[in-house]
């Protein structure tokens, strides 16, 4: 069955960079996008980017300066790499199967941003 | 960037009572228009796609309907298990969430 899951630090320090990793099962990441979506602590959902799935890459222009999203099809990872972290970043970052519709969710990784 | 409001944050309704969630664009979005389920462990579930499309699997009670800018989700017969905070998404021009609004129990 079509599954995501996030792995990611846990804990970030404030000016450090991010990196998750959400290794998808049950579909092809050359036949369906894949979006990012974070959700501060009691905030709601925000869209950070997505990948496409001939590679192409566009992200929120909130964002855009110091996001990355990139995969491997072969190994069906989706790679996230946010720099220069702050507090304001603590969050639970998802990774989504997106076909214009968002139909399938991981659990969603909790990242922290603390000295 | 295309914005999305949800102008009513928190919603308290009766059981069995009908519910509309309101949601605008800030342009027209030509009913790119998805809307989600968010259960208070954190789980997230799409409850319609393209404006009034049912996803798989999810009950009849839910419809959503709307078109250029504004937007709406029914829920008929609220149930206990409908408590939740529910969003809008556009995909017109990449994506954008509204800001949620909160179902509670009256």
């Known amino acids: 069955q079509v599954q995501l899951k996030e792995s990611g630090p846990g804990l970030v320090a404030p000016s450090q960079s991010l990196s998750i990793t959400c290794t998808v099962s049950?579909?092809?990441?050359?036949?369906?996008?894949i979006s990012w979506i974070r959700q501060p602590p009691g905030k709601g959902l925000e869209w950070l980017g997505v990948i496409w799935t001939g590679g192409g890459t566009n992200y929120n222009s909130a964002f855009m300066s110091r996001l990355s999203i990139s995969k491997d099809n072969s190994k069906s990872q989706v790679f996230l790499k946010m720099n220069s972290l702050q507090t304001d970043d603590t969050a639970i970052y998802y990774c989504?199967?997106?076909?214009?519709?968002?139909?399938?969710w991981g659990q969603g990784t909790s990242v922290t941003v603390s000295s | 960037d295309i914005q999305m409001t949800q102008t009513t944050s928190s919603l308290s309704a009766s059981l069995g009572d009908r519910v509309t969630i309101s949601c605008s664009a800030s342009?027209?979005?030509?009913?790119?228009l998805n809307w989600y389920q968010q259960k208070p462990d954190g789980t997230v579930k799409l409850l319609i796609y393209?404006?009034?499309s049912l996803h798989s699997g999810v009950p009849s009670r839910f419809s959503g309907s709307g078109s250029g800018t504004d937007y709406s989700l029914t829920i008929s017969n609220l149930e206990p298990e409908d408590i939740a905070t529910y969003y809008c998404?556009?995909?017109?021009?990449?994506?954008?969430f509204g800001g949620g609004t909160k179902l509670e129990i009256k």
């Open positions: 049950g579909f092809s990441l050359t036949s369906y996008d």
């Open positions: 989504v199967r997106d076909g214009g519709r968002m139909d399938y």
């Open positions: 342009q027209g979005i030509s009913n790119y």
């Open positions: 393209y404006t009034s």
């Open positions: 998404q556009q995909y017109s021009k990449l994506r954008t």
